[in-house]
Structures are given as structure tokens and as C-alpha cells.
T-cell receptor
Framework: QQQVKQSPQSLIVQKGGISIINCAYE??????FPWYQQFPGKGPALLIA?????SEKKEGRFTISFNKSAKQFSLHIMDSQPGDSATYFC????????????FGSGTRLQVQP | EAGVVQSPRYKIIEKKQPVAFWCNPI?????LYWYLQNLGQGPELLIR????????DSQLPKDRFSAERLKGVDSTLKIQPAELGDSAVYLC???????????FGPGTRLTVL
């Protein structure tokens, strides 16, 4: 059972453009929604995370938008740069740090110069 | 500060052979995770430790996989015997007990021939 569905599978964006990646979840018990960034040969690294009590969180060029009623959340990367080219994973978990993460299938982002 | 250390980084073995992976978490992190990442997919939990206790191993194929974290610090994941379908990246992550953020190691890429 795929509890976190992520789209698109791949994305090509021009430098300076906006990258948008979407995720939908099924388990209403999830209460922590992070986005991880993974470069080839590296482990995933936390980029930004949100809890359901807010609808948006912004950190620099990265913004999470969260829609609790639709059970969807998205990552927006503003002013995308070639250095942002990586694979992005959404994830979800329930409980305060006492559960493993359930990851989406990933989005391979390529930012063209 | 050193991150999560994993070794070896790469391993190539023949099917039916045993293999072991080692993980040293970030100092002070009580919780340790082993994830399996298939090519083009998000990580999937195999086992989670709180100190030396395995608190979630429901996804670990216990007929061939085993893990240990004897002193509550570093951990070893073993496969015996390996099958072709075990070819994947094995990721180790750690966190403080109760904390949301998980820190991932670079992973061990296993190829079973």
C-alpha cells in the first residue's frame, strides 16, 4: 500500500523558474511532513518540514504548502538554480519522532542553466 | 561534527553469499534506522532501534535478514543468503530519541550477481 504518492516523477525547469512537486497522503494519522533532498551517491538530507497546524512554511527559496482537507502538500522551489538539481522526496510520519518515515517515490529535478 | 558513517560504500557479491553492513550513528543519537532504497524509489524502513532495543522490525525479512545494535551505538545489518532482488542501497539514519529530523548516511550500494 503506497501511503504517500508523489508527482511528477521527473521535472525539468529553466534556471530562475519555479519548481513544484506534489504529494498526497492517505493516513490521516500522519502529523509530520518533511521534504528530503538527495544528490547522487549521498543519503537524503532534510530540506524543510511542516506540521498540519500551519498551511504554509517558507525557508529561503523553499516553501511547503499544506492542505489538510485534501490530504496534499507540495514543495515550491523559487528561483531554481542548477545546484538544486537532485532527487526530492516527500515523506510523512505520525507521532513525535517515534515513527519511521514513509517516503514518496521521488522526483528527479533538473534545472537547466 | 561527523555525520552518520556507513561501510562499506559498495559491495558486490554472488547470490547465496552472506553480506554485512555497518553503521555508526551521530554521537548521542539514541534512535537508529535501517532503510532499503531500491533504484528510483524512496527509502523503506527495515528496522528501527531505540538504544539497543529493536522497536519496529515488522518490515525486516527475518528469514534472511538480521540486525543488531549490541551496545546501543553502532549497528550491523546482515543478509544471509543474499538474493538477486536484494540489490539496492542500504541506508542508515539516526536521530535523538523523540526528535523528528533523521540524519542519513551515504548508504551501502549492494549488487548481487
Amino acid at each position: 500500500q503506497q501511503q504517500v504518492k508523489q508527482s511528477p516523477q521527473s521535472l525539468i525547469v529553466q534556471k530562475g523558474g519555479i519548481s513544484i512537486i506534489n504529494c498526497a497522503y492517505e493516513n490521516t494519522a500522519f502529523d509530520y511532513f518533511p521534504w528530503y533532498q538527495q544528490f547522487p551517491g549521498k543519503g537524503p538530507a532534510l530540506l524543510i518540514a511542516i506540521r498540519p497546524d500551519v498551511s504554509e512554511k517558507k525557508e529561503g527559496r523553499f516553501t511547503i504548502s499544506f492542505n489538510k482537507s485534501a490530504k496534499q502538500f507540495s514543495l515550491h522551489i523559487m528561483d531554481s538554480q542548477p545546484g538544486d538539481s537532485a532527487t526530492y522526496f516527500c515523506a510523512a510520519s505520525r507521532g513525535t519522532g517515534r515513527r519511521a518515515l514513509t517516503f514518496g517515490s521521488g522526483t528527479r529535478l533538473q534545472v537547466q542553466p | 561534527e561527523a555525520g552518520v558513517v556507513q561501510s562499506p560504500r559498495y559491495k558486490i557479491i554472488e547470490k547465496k553469499q552472506p553480506v554485512a553492513f555497518w553503521c555508526n550513528p551521530i554521537s548521542g543519537h539514541n534512535t537508529l534506522y535501517w532503510y532499503l532504497q531500491n533504484l528510483g524509489q524512496g527509502p523503506e524502513l527495515l528496522i528501527r532501534y531505540e538504544n539497543e532495543e529493536a522497536v519496529d522490525d515488522s518490515q525486516l525479512p527475518k528469514d534472511r535478514f538480521s540486525a543488531e545494535r549490541l551496545k546501543g551505538v553502532d549497528s550491523t545489518l546482515k543478509i544471509q543468503p543474499a538474493e538477486l532482488g536484494d540489490s539496492a542501497v542500504y541506508l542508515c539514519a539516526s536521530s535523538f530519541l523523540g526528535a523528528d529530523e533523521q540524519f542519513f548516511g551515504p548508504g551501502t550500494r549492494l549488487t548481487v550477481l
